[in-house]
């Protein structure tokens, strides 16, 4: 399976931009998907999970901000990124589990990913 990342751009404090990823290569509706990012000089952290089952987890620094969704029959996941700040500036990448319907829940854990999409810029200017 590849992943593709789209949507990254320059936008205002106070903007909104939807990220994409859209995988090939094999269907993505048993597995989890991820979105991490990666700002400079800093280590990768995780933004947004969707379980295979659909349901999300947000890490405390975008959670009521950024939304993360997923549709199977477009074998693609967004990340819905609102009320941004200059601080969410990074690379965005997305990810997926490499095990199907893993109910595990170290999302932390890059590990856990076995395919990473190439990553998109997110510049947000203050």
């Known amino acids: 399976v590849q992943l593709q990342a789209s949507g990254g751009g320059l936008v205002q404090s106070g903007g909104s931009l939807r990220l994409s990823c859209a995988a090939s290569?094999?269907?993505?509706?048993?597995?989890?998907m991820v979105w991490f990012r990666q700002a400079p000089g800093k280590e990768r952290e995780l933004v947004a999970v969707?379980?295979?089952?659909?349901?999300?987890y947000y890490a405390d620094s975008v959670k009521g901000r950024f939304n993360i969704s997923r549709d199977n029959d477009k074998n693609t996941v967004y990340l819905q990124m609102n009320s941004l700040k200059p601080e969410d500036t990074a690379v965005y990448y997305c990810?997926?589990?490499?095990?199907?319907?893993?109910?595990?829940?170290?999302?932390?854990?890059?590990?856990?990913?076995?395919?990473w999409g190439q990553g998109t810029q997110v510049t947000v200017s203050s």
């Open positions: 990810a997926a589990d490499k095990m199907p319907r893993d109910y595990t829940s170290n999302y932390y854990y890059t590990g856990r990913y076995g395919v």
């Open positions: 290569g094999r269907m993505i509706n048993d597995y989890g």
């Open positions: 969707i379980r295979w089952t659909g349901s999300t």
